[in-house]
Protein backbone atom coordinates (compact mmCIF):
# COMPACT_ATOMS: atom_id res chain seq x y z
CA UNK A 1 0.00 0.00 0.00
CA UNK A 2 1.48 3.18 -0.91
CA UNK A 3 2.01 6.39 1.53
CA UNK A 4 0.17 9.04 1.81
CA UNK A 5 1.57 12.21 0.39
CA UNK A 6 2.03 15.66 0.90
CA UNK A 7 1.88 17.77 -1.79
CA UNK A 8 3.39 20.52 -0.83
CA UNK A 9 6.50 19.11 0.46
CA UNK A 10 6.14 15.86 -1.54
CA UNK A 11 7.28 13.81 1.35
CA UNK A 12 5.01 11.27 3.24
CA UNK A 13 2.31 12.70 5.45
CA UNK A 14 4.34 11.07 7.81
CA UNK A 15 7.02 13.03 7.49
CA UNK A 16 5.85 16.65 6.13
CA UNK A 17 7.65 19.36 6.98
CA UNK A 18 5.43 22.17 6.26
CA UNK A 19 3.95 22.63 9.89
CA UNK A 20 7.54 23.59 11.37
CA UNK A 21 8.05 26.03 8.18
CA UNK A 22 7.77 30.03 8.57
CA UNK A 23 7.46 31.34 4.87
CA UNK A 24 9.45 34.99 5.02
CA UNK A 25 8.63 37.66 3.31
CA UNK A 26 11.28 39.29 0.71
CA UNK A 27 11.32 42.48 -1.47
CA UNK A 28 13.04 39.78 -3.95
CA UNK A 29 10.72 37.65 -5.98
CA UNK A 30 12.76 34.30 -5.98
CA UNK A 31 12.14 32.08 -9.29
CA UNK A 32 12.83 28.52 -9.36
CA UNK A 33 13.01 27.19 -12.79
CA UNK A 34 13.33 23.27 -11.82
CA UNK A 35 15.04 20.35 -14.16
CA UNK A 36 11.75 18.30 -14.58
CA UNK A 37 14.52 15.36 -13.27
CA UNK A 38 14.52 17.46 -10.10
CA UNK A 39 10.99 17.66 -9.82
CA UNK A 40 9.57 14.56 -10.77
CA UNK A 41 12.43 11.99 -9.41
CA UNK A 42 14.57 13.92 -6.13
CA UNK A 43 13.51 12.59 -3.39
CA UNK A 44 15.76 15.15 -1.65
CA UNK A 45 14.76 18.19 -3.48
CA UNK A 46 16.44 21.41 -2.22
CA UNK A 47 14.37 23.76 -4.52
CA UNK A 48 11.03 22.80 -3.51
CA UNK A 49 11.80 23.11 0.28
CA UNK A 50 13.16 27.02 -0.26
CA UNK A 51 10.20 27.62 -2.32
CA UNK A 52 8.08 26.83 1.01
CA UNK A 53 10.37 29.33 3.08
CA UNK A 54 9.76 32.21 1.11
CA UNK A 55 6.43 33.23 0.30
CA UNK A 56 7.65 35.33 -2.45
CA UNK A 57 9.25 32.71 -4.62
CA UNK A 58 7.75 30.45 -7.32
CA UNK A 59 8.55 27.51 -9.06
CA UNK A 60 8.29 26.49 -12.64
CA UNK A 61 9.17 23.26 -14.15
CA UNK A 62 10.78 22.51 -17.53
CA UNK A 63 14.48 22.64 -19.85
CA UNK A 64 13.53 25.37 -22.15
CA UNK A 65 12.43 28.38 -20.77
CA UNK A 66 11.23 30.78 -23.99
CA UNK A 67 7.66 29.38 -24.63
CA UNK A 68 7.09 29.51 -20.71
CA UNK A 69 4.39 32.31 -21.06
CA UNK A 70 4.76 33.04 -16.76
CA UNK A 71 8.32 33.56 -16.88
CA UNK A 72 8.41 35.69 -20.25
CA UNK A 73 6.17 37.80 -18.21
CA UNK A 74 8.50 38.24 -15.30
CA UNK A 75 11.16 38.75 -17.79
CA UNK A 76 9.41 41.40 -19.80
CA UNK A 77 7.48 43.39 -16.76
CA UNK A 78 8.91 46.96 -16.47
CA UNK A 79 8.26 46.73 -13.03
CA UNK A 80 10.67 44.16 -12.76
CA UNK A 81 14.31 43.97 -12.54
CA UNK A 82 14.92 40.07 -13.81
CA UNK A 83 18.73 38.69 -13.23
CA UNK A 84 20.16 35.22 -13.40
CA UNK A 85 22.13 33.70 -10.39
CA UNK A 86 24.99 32.27 -12.58
CA UNK A 87 28.73 32.70 -11.90
CA UNK A 88 30.86 34.01 -14.38
CA UNK A 89 33.23 36.36 -14.98
CA UNK A 90 30.67 39.11 -16.04
CA UNK A 91 28.45 38.20 -13.34
CA UNK A 92 28.23 41.09 -10.72
CA UNK A 93 29.38 39.83 -7.22
CA UNK A 94 26.59 40.50 -4.66
CA UNK A 95 29.11 39.95 -1.71
CA UNK A 96 30.62 42.68 -2.49
CA UNK A 97 28.36 45.23 -3.20
CA UNK A 98 27.98 45.23 -6.91
CA UNK A 99 24.75 45.74 -7.55
CA UNK A 100 23.53 48.66 -5.96
CA UNK A 101 20.04 49.14 -4.97
CA UNK A 102 19.92 52.48 -6.49
CA UNK A 103 20.22 50.65 -9.85
CA UNK A 104 16.76 48.88 -9.13
CA UNK A 105 15.02 52.35 -9.61
CA UNK A 106 12.05 51.44 -8.03
CA UNK A 107 12.08 48.22 -9.39
CA UNK A 108 11.21 45.08 -7.82
CA UNK A 109 14.39 42.62 -8.10
CA UNK A 110 13.18 38.79 -9.86
CA UNK A 111 16.05 36.51 -9.42
CA UNK A 112 15.81 33.22 -11.84
CA UNK A 113 17.90 30.81 -10.11
CA UNK A 114 18.80 27.06 -11.79
CA UNK A 115 17.62 24.13 -9.87
CA UNK A 116 19.44 21.30 -11.82
CA UNK A 117 22.61 19.09 -12.40
CA UNK A 118 25.38 21.78 -13.89
CA UNK A 119 24.50 19.65 -17.46
CA UNK A 120 20.92 19.92 -16.69
CA UNK A 121 21.39 23.89 -15.93
CA UNK A 122 23.64 23.76 -19.20
CA UNK A 123 20.97 22.75 -21.40
CA UNK A 124 18.49 24.75 -19.64
CA UNK A 125 20.86 27.70 -20.59
CA UNK A 126 21.20 26.54 -24.52
CA UNK A 127 17.91 26.05 -24.88
CA UNK A 128 16.61 29.44 -23.26
CA UNK A 129 18.13 32.31 -24.99
CA UNK A 130 16.21 34.94 -23.41
CA UNK A 131 17.62 33.48 -19.80
CA UNK A 132 21.26 33.59 -21.08
CA UNK A 133 20.52 37.46 -21.92
CA UNK A 134 19.94 37.85 -18.62
CA UNK A 135 21.96 39.91 -16.39
CA UNK A 136 24.00 37.39 -14.03
CA UNK A 137 24.47 38.11 -10.72
CA UNK A 138 26.39 35.62 -8.10
CA UNK A 139 28.39 35.74 -4.42
CA UNK A 140 31.15 34.29 -2.46
CA UNK A 141 29.95 31.17 -0.64
CA UNK A 142 30.35 31.90 2.89
CA UNK A 143 30.98 28.09 3.49
CA UNK A 144 32.07 25.39 2.16
CA UNK A 145 28.71 22.92 0.85
CA UNK A 146 27.12 21.53 4.32
CA UNK A 147 25.57 18.73 1.84
CA UNK A 148 26.60 16.12 3.49
CA UNK A 149 24.37 13.40 1.18
CA UNK A 150 25.38 14.20 -1.53
CA UNK A 151 28.65 15.18 -3.46
CA UNK A 152 28.93 18.61 -4.59
CA UNK A 153 31.20 18.57 -8.70
CA UNK A 154 33.64 21.21 -7.44
CA UNK A 155 34.71 23.36 -4.04
CA UNK A 156 32.41 26.33 -4.21
CA UNK A 157 29.31 24.47 -5.56
CA UNK A 158 26.50 24.82 -3.20
CA UNK A 159 22.65 22.93 -3.06
CA UNK A 160 19.74 25.32 -4.14
CA UNK A 161 18.91 25.68 -0.54
CA UNK A 162 22.18 26.77 0.27
CA UNK A 163 22.72 28.96 -2.83
CA UNK A 164 19.56 30.53 -1.78
CA UNK A 165 21.17 31.23 2.21
CA UNK A 166 24.08 32.85 0.53
CA UNK A 167 21.82 34.99 -1.48
CA UNK A 168 19.73 36.61 0.73
CA UNK A 169 22.84 37.57 2.85
CA UNK A 170 24.74 39.28 0.60
CA UNK A 171 21.29 40.78 -0.94
CA UNK A 172 20.90 41.54 2.98
CA UNK A 173 24.84 43.14 3.22
CA UNK A 174 24.46 45.54 -0.20
CA UNK A 175 20.76 46.80 1.12
CA UNK A 176 18.38 44.92 -1.60
CA UNK A 177 16.22 42.90 0.69
CA UNK A 178 15.71 41.46 4.31
CA UNK A 179 16.81 38.42 5.76
CA UNK A 180 14.53 37.57 8.75
CA UNK A 181 14.67 33.73 9.34
CA UNK A 182 18.54 33.28 8.62
CA UNK A 183 18.45 30.16 10.84
CA UNK A 184 15.81 28.73 8.92
CA UNK A 185 16.57 27.62 5.55
CA UNK A 186 20.04 25.69 7.25
CA UNK A 187 18.54 24.13 10.06
CA UNK A 188 15.53 22.77 7.68
CA UNK A 189 18.59 21.51 5.35
CA UNK A 190 20.22 19.52 7.97
CA UNK A 191 16.73 18.21 9.79
CA UNK A 192 15.93 16.74 6.21
CA UNK A 193 19.67 15.38 5.91
CA UNK A 194 19.48 13.73 9.80
CA UNK A 195 16.61 11.86 8.34
CA UNK A 196 18.08 10.37 5.57
CA UNK A 197 21.39 9.49 7.50
CA UNK A 198 18.82 7.89 9.87
CA UNK A 199 17.17 5.89 7.53
CA UNK A 200 20.67 4.88 6.11
CA UNK A 201 21.51 2.96 9.49
CA UNK A 202 18.24 1.72 9.85
CA UNK A 203 18.71 -2.00 8.39
CA UNK A 204 14.74 -2.30 8.49
CA UNK A 205 14.39 0.51 6.02
CA UNK A 206 14.97 -0.50 2.10
CA UNK A 207 16.27 1.69 -0.60
CA UNK A 208 18.64 3.81 1.52
CA UNK A 209 23.00 3.06 1.14
CA UNK A 210 24.45 1.03 3.93
CA UNK A 211 27.65 2.19 3.68
CA UNK A 212 29.08 5.10 5.60
CA UNK A 213 29.29 9.06 4.66
CA UNK A 214 32.61 10.17 3.96
CA UNK A 215 33.65 13.62 5.10
CA UNK A 216 32.67 16.61 2.31
CA UNK A 217 35.88 18.32 2.29
CA UNK A 218 38.49 15.24 2.17
CA UNK A 219 36.13 14.36 -1.37
CA UNK A 220 37.90 14.02 -4.48
CA UNK A 221 36.20 16.75 -6.91
CA UNK A 222 35.29 16.46 -10.05
CA UNK A 223 38.02 16.40 -13.08
CA UNK A 224 38.12 17.49 -16.25
CA UNK A 225 37.48 20.46 -18.72
CA UNK A 226 34.05 21.08 -17.15
CA UNK A 227 35.29 20.98 -13.44
CA UNK A 228 38.18 23.21 -14.91
CA UNK A 229 35.66 25.54 -15.84
CA UNK A 230 33.47 25.58 -12.81
CA UNK A 231 36.78 26.30 -10.97
CA UNK A 232 37.26 29.90 -12.82
CA UNK A 233 34.22 30.89 -11.12
CA UNK A 234 34.54 30.21 -7.64
CA UNK A 235 36.64 31.80 -4.69
CA UNK A 236 37.80 29.33 -2.35
CA UNK A 237 35.47 30.11 1.00
CA UNK A 238 37.05 31.10 4.53
CA UNK A 239 37.75 28.71 6.87
CA UNK A 240 34.64 27.23 8.26
CA UNK A 241 34.71 26.48 12.54
CA UNK A 242 31.82 23.91 12.52
CA UNK A 243 32.24 20.68 13.61
CA UNK A 244 32.84 17.90 10.90
CA UNK A 245 30.20 15.53 9.95
CA UNK A 246 31.25 11.77 8.88
CA UNK A 247 30.38 11.02 5.47
CA UNK A 248 30.84 9.28 2.09
CA UNK A 249 30.36 10.21 -1.08
CA UNK A 250 27.38 9.72 -3.08
CA UNK A 251 25.61 11.06 -5.46
CA UNK A 252 26.49 14.93 -7.60
CA UNK A 253 24.42 17.48 -5.99
CA UNK A 254 22.72 20.19 -8.48
CA UNK A 255 24.19 23.51 -9.29
CA UNK A 256 23.69 27.17 -9.36
CA UNK A 257 21.74 26.57 -7.66
CA UNK A 258 25.08 25.17 -6.70
CA UNK A 259 26.43 28.30 -7.17
Request: aromatic share 8%; hydrophobic share 30%.
Amino acid sequence: MSRVMCYRCFWPKSLCWCDSIQSMETKTLFVFLMHPKEFKEEKANTGRLTHLCLKNSEIHMGIGFDDDEAVQALIRDPKNYPVLLYPGTEARNLSQGELHPTELAGRRLVVFLLDATWSGARKMLRLSPSLRLLPRVMFTPSSVSRYVIKQQPQEGCLSTLEATHELLLSLEKSGLDSYPLPDQLLGLFKRMQDYQISCACDPTKSGYRRKPYSEPGARRLSQGHSGARRTNFFKKPEPTTEPAITVQDENQASPPSSL
